[in-house]
């Protein structure tokens, strides 16, 4: 069992710059690949990023792509999603998620908020 913990959400104008962390418990976080998703208010989740487990592959979705950087660090079990030139259309909770075959977990979210 992985248990996720998001933080570093808040309020933050447009143009600004927020970072993510992801802190995981249990000792097979360095085993999992590592995600973020958001969801906007009345839309469905959808995908922002994941990282492999060592790090040395990365994706993004379009929409994030040159503004957001995922990254981890196994030693701290603690993955991080650096957002800069936030948009007002970034607005959404924000998750992680753990993956592995199968076993699939997630955070509770942590509010991201972008003024214009």
């Known amino acids: 069992q992985v248990q996720l913990v998001e933080s570093g959400g808040g309020l933050v104008q447009a143009g600004g710059s927020l970072r993510l962390s992801c802190a995981a418990s249990g000792r097979t976080f360095s085993s999992y690949a590592m995600g973020w998703f958001r969801q906007a208010p009345g839309k469905e989740r959808e995908f922002v990023s994941t990282i492999s487990w060592n790090g040395g592959s990365t994706y993004y979705a379009d929409s994030v792509k040159g503004r957001f950087t995922i990254s981890r660090d196994n030693a701290k079990n603690t993955v991080y999603l650096q957002m800069n030139s936030l948009k007002p259309e970034d607005t959404a909770i924000y998750y992680c998620?753990?993956?592995?075959?199968?076993?699939?977990?997630w955070g509770q979210g942590t509010q991201v908020t972008v003024s214009s």
């Open positions: 998620g753990a993956f592995l075959g199968s076993r699939n977990y």
